[in-house]
């Protein structure tokens, strides 16, 4: 009972410091305009995990800071070629194994607010778009200075 009071303590407390509890009409609409604009120059599942981990983050088109949401944002996360976003779902990946794990122990809700905070964590580092896109990586085409080895083991990480 303690460690789940805690747990929403923490989680409410984030929600505070980030923004996600403020009452604001136009926060929303802001944000997503703002949003849709730094998704240039991403690859689709970078651009789509960011996406929607803001929106469950903003608890916009029936997302929220949940289970069902964190596998979708997991699965997209997958195909993600920035190293930051890629690590960030690997986090929350983690916290989602864990919590299914507990279903009906008594740290499950400790371990469900943890995947809220993870989902947290991923849309924190899509805010920074010029660190999100240097992390991005691309395979080699072999060119001048690359190895055939370079190329395949870069291509099977890929596939």
Known sequence: M??????????CTLLAI???AN??????T???????ANMAGLDKGTAAACTMASQATHGENGRDLDLATAKQIVTLGRTSRSTIVTAA??????AVSQAQAAAGDPNEA???AEVGTAI???????????AVKASITTPSTGGEGASAEATSAIDNKVN
């Not at 779902?89 to 983690?94: H, I």
């Not at 947290?120 to 010029?130: G, H, M, N, P, S």
């Open 2 to 11: 303690r460690g789940s009071t805690i747990a929403a303590v923490a989680t």
């Open 18 to 20: 980030t923004g996600c």
């Open 23 to 28: 009452n604001s009409e136009d926060t929303p």
């Open 30 to 36: 802001t944000a997503t305009a703002a949003g849709a």
């Open 89 to 94: 779902t690997d986090v929350l990946s983690s």
């Open 110 to 112: 400790v371990l469900t």
């Open 120 to 130: 947290l964590k991923l849309q924190t580092a899509c805010q920074d778009t010029d």
